[in-house]
């Protein structure tokens, strides 16, 4: 596809290239490239189970050594609370009230939110009383929502008030300040991915809560999507749609762009957690404990990793005995296996050996799956036939193939996106997360312009493709451990209740 030097001058000025253009209209032609699933993992096959004397050595492996660690948590946080008042907004629009907005309205006093709404709507002259006897429910959602009141609607969750306490309520953030103040020791920083604009909101509420729980020594950052993750939308003859001469629509490159910010973080662990996914202050003991138990596991996984790759280093492959132990490693504890080992030359295993032990590794807590949107844990065949361990999303399937809709609806687990990772080599230097990544696992959805069907493409999931070449390991955790706050009704669960 030519370009003309004014529409390259207006991808330079954006930070793309014209090769990472061309990549991606590349990608369209393609089309989307399907997971080759082989089996859910499950317990026993992929998922381990920690029993307690497990659960209190990992815990003191990781006690013992966090003083010597830097820690990071990474919690993506960009998102608009705008899909949890779906229900809401409908209301609103037409009138028709519904058991979920009954419910909203009956438990009304019971969310955190409660006494800044009622104080905004008594500054513009209604009583909450009142309008709640009057059956009023649209003036009172239309100022939770809109910003002649509290403006929820146009927010993100992280600066939301989720959680109720006696003296005040406390957002997103600050139950993340807190969870991390539980485990994550003294050199800690906080890593949130935010939209920009809500930078000065984000970093009041970030100060304001490492302040108020004495955890100023915590540094914290504040870091967006960055625009050279955009990509080029096209409509279906490929054609890039382009609003004004010489200039191309170009979209946020999704989840996946965040592969750019975790490569920045230079930690020795990194925490990822999503901002919804947090719970009141009396689970706290037991979210930090499965914390503490997955960094353990990953601190002796990563020490094993580590003395293989010293070794390998004056290793030349030939001794079969040595091969069949480090092949077994692979299987046992990392879950790679290699349809080929066998007929491969001492030369060609000794690379693949070398190419599977270096690399990131993430050990990622599941739980049992109840019904939960989102990706699952699952046995993987790459395309050089090597089968691995993966988190799989519904849109990575061939749901026209009958067999790989059959596998991906046998998964007995689910990812709460609780994920402890490392990024450092065996030398202590820092990965490149971008050469890890599974360019083909991208997604491409269609979208509507100006009444005319245009095709978006996203990149592959931070969780998914973005991670398809770490080691992965995959642990059960408690339903406990796992809150996520998807609608609004969500926080009159027991977990955001005090």
């Not at 002649?148 to 993340?176: R, V």
């Not at 790759?309 to 077994?328: C, P, V």
Request: overall charge neutral; some cysteine; aromatic content about 12%.
């Amino acid at each position: 596809m030519n370009f003309e030097p004014k529409q390259i001058s207006f991808l330079e000025s954006k930070g793309l290239t014209l090769a990472a253009i061309e990549e991606q209209i590349a990608r369209y032609k393609k089309g989307t490239q399907f997971i080759d699933l082989v089996r859910p993992a499950r317990l026993i096959d992929g998922i381990r189970r920690i029993n307690t004397d497990e659960q209190k050595k990992y815990q003191a492996i990781y006690d013992n050594n966090i003083d010597t660690l830097k820690v990071a948590k990474f919690i993506p946080a960009s998102g608009a609370a705008t899909r949890m008042f779906k229900a809401l907004y409908e209301y609103l629009e037409f009138g028709k009230t519904s058991e979920f907005v009954e419910i909203f309205i009956k438990n009304i006093q019971n969310f955190a939110f409660f006494p800044k709404l009622k104080l905004k709507l008594k500054d513009s002259g209604f009583e909450i009383d009142t309008l709640l006897k009057q059956n009023d429910y649209q003036t009172i959602i239309r100022f939770l929502l809109k910003k002649e009141g509290l403006a929820y609607g146009e927010l993100p969750k992280g600066l939301l008030d989720f959680h109720p306490y006696k003296s005040q309520s406390a957002t997103p953030i600050e139950e993340h300040v807190k969870e991390a103040i539980s485990y994550a020791g003294q050199n800690a920083e906080l890593v949130f991915t935010i939209s920009e604009e809500f930078k000065t909101q984000f970093e009041a509420e970030v100060q304001l809560a490492l302040k108020r729980h004495n955890a100023t020594h915590f540094t914290s950052k504040l870091t967006y999507q960055k625009p050279k993750t955009d990509t080029i939308a096209v409509y279906p003859d490929l054609k890039p749609v382009c609003p004004k001469p010489n200039e191309f629509m170009l979209r946020p490159g999704g989840h996946g762009s965040l592969i750019e910010n975790l490569n920045d973080v230079d930690s020795d662990i990194i925490f990822i957690k999503n901002i919804d996914n947090v719970s009141s202050e009396q689970y706290l003991a037991q979210t930090s404990q499965w914390k503490k138990i997955l960094a353990g596991v990953l601190l002796e996984l990563q020490s094993k990793i580590f003395k293989y790759l010293e070794f390998l280093e004056t290793y030349d492959g030939t001794s079969e005995k040595t091969n069949f132990e480090l092949r077994e490693f692979m299987e046992q504890e990392l879950g790679i296996f290699a349809r080929k080992f066998c007929g491969m030359s001492p030369e060609d295993k000794l690379k693949f050996i070398k190419s599977k032990l270096n690399r990131p590794i993430r050990i990622c807590g599941m739980v049992k799956n109840e019904g939960e949107p989102g990706g699952g844990p699952f046995w993987v065949r790459d395309i050089d036939q090597t089968v691995s361990l993966q988190i799989v999303e519904s849109s990575q399937i061939n749901i026209k193939d009958e067999n790989q809709e059959l596998i991906f609806s046998q998964s007995t687990h689910f990812n709460p996106v609780d994920l402890v990772c490392s990024v450092r080599t065996h030398s202590k230097s820092k990965f490149d997360l971008n050469e890890f990544v599974d360019k083909s696992a991208y997604f491409i959805a269609e979208k509507s312009y100006q009444g005319q069907t245009i095709l978006a493409l996203e990149h592959p999931g931070l969780w998914n493709g973005g991670m398809a070449n770490w080691n992965t390991v995959f642990i059960e955790v408690p339903m406990i451990t796992f809150n996520p706050v998807k609608t609004i009704n969500d926080l009159l669960r027991k977990e955001h209740q005090n």
